[in-house]
């Protein structure tokens, strides 16, 4: 069988090459994936800047968010103003399943989104939480977190689903109402981890330095505004090509990351769409929720600044040599 073949108008090639070192998959394969799952994927970037994570052989992955200037012209974009960069970027918005195999093509294996959709006049669509465990624990202490986070949404009446992220964590998604801001949403999940945290503080932490963390797990909560976060169904540049999966909630003491790879994810799917069936309704953020969440100050910022109070520290009380 050649390594060269057109699908859905998209011309591939060098399609059994190996995808990346420690992928045990070949760009074949990557495409196969993206073509099985392609609605069931493109629902969740559908009509959301993206940025992808791509692979070249012999080289780093990388991040793309503008778009190159050989992408062709039926490919749906939208540009917008990055403060952080003061420039317009041109995002992709991958509405259908040729642009997919478009990026497969280009050997981009990860799919992020933002939060917000491109015309983001309602607000955030969800409210995330990511929980990363520390390089050395199980992934049994992600799914411990996660059941914190349940516990503290429930108990201010809310519902979210749950998916593998594909790398070593979890991710916890509660889909938004719109009309939310996104300050008010970035308080609220600040909030969310907070009293997660004040369940089981030997278990699980927001602190955003590393070496404050002590070995818990991480509950992130900056993934607000224009931050992005990697979609469900997504591959992910990570031995074995693991696949960022929903799973229930009371499957979730019996997997691991490694369960789901773009060669075995399908067969656990056949013809279900997990996310879409475990998705809550969505849902309104509670008044005492955002309140609480405006006295947490944000983690990025407050982490810059204790940094610098740090650094300066080691300046002006400089340890002796051993």
Same mark, same amino acid.
């Given at each position: 069988?050649?390594?060269? $073949?057109?699908? !859905? ?8 090459? =190996? ?98 959709? *491109? ?19 199980? /992934? ?32 916890? /998604? ?7 801001? &996104? ?9 969310? !981890?907070?009293?997660? $945290? ?7 932490? +927001? ?10 797990? /991480? ?6 505004? %224009?931050? +992005?976060?990697?979609? *469900?169904?997504? =591959?992910? &540049?990570?031995? %074995? +090509?693991?696949?960022? /999966? ?18 075995? *994810? ?15 309704? =969505? ?12 006295? &947490? ?13 740090? !650094? ?8 002796? $040599?051993?």
């Amino acid at each position: 069988m050649g390594s060269e $073949e057109v699908r !859905a108008g998209v011309t591939l090639t060098n399609l059994d090459k =190996p995808l990346f070192d420690g992928a045990e998959a070949t760009k074949r394969d990557l495409v196969d994936y993206l073509e099985a799952v392609g609605d069931r994927l493109v629902r969740q970037l559908r009509d959301r800047p993206l940025s992808v994570v791509r692979v070249r052989p012999g080289q780093q992955p990388f991040m793309q968010k503008n778009l190159p200037k050989y992408t062709p012209d039926w490919l749906h974009r939208v540009t917008v103003w990055a403060e952080s960069s003061h420039r317009e970027v041109t995002y992709a918005l991958c509405d259908d399943v040729r642009t997919l195999l478009w990026f497969g093509n280009q050997r981009a294996v990860e799919y992020h989104t933002t939060l917000l959709l *491109a015309e983001h006049s309602k607000g955030p669509t969800h409210l995330v939480l990511d929980l990363d465990p520390s390089p050395d624990q199980p /992934f049994r202490q992600a799914v411990l977190a996660a059941k914190l986070i349940r516990a503290a949404l429930a108990d201010d009446g809310l519902a979210g689903a749950v998916k593998t992220s594909g790398a070593k964590g979890v991710h916890v /998604f509660v889909p938004l109402q719109p009309g939310l801001s &996104i300050e008010d949403v970035a308080a609220a999940t600040r909030a969310v !981890a907070a009293r997660a $945290e004040r369940l089981d503080p030997d278990l699980a932490t +927001t602190a955003f330095i590393r070496e404050d963390r002590g070995g818990r797990v /991480f509950l992130d909560s900056t993934r607000a505004g %224009g931050g +992005t976060v990697v979609a *469900a169904y997504s =591959p992910r &540049i990570r031995p %074995g +090509t693991t696949v960022s /999966f929903p799973v229930g909630w009371a499957d979730l003491d019996n997997v691991t990351p490694q369960d789901f790879t773009v060669r075995t *994810a399908l067969d656990r799917l056949g013809e279900r769409d997990p996310w879409a069936d475990e998705m809550p309704e =969505p849902q309104t953020l509670p008044a005492d929720l955002i309140e609480e969440g405006h006295t &947490i100050p944000i983690a990025r910022v407050q982490a810059m600044h204790e940094g610098k109070r740090r !650094a300066r520290a080691r300046r002006e009380n400089p340890q002796p $040599e051993q």
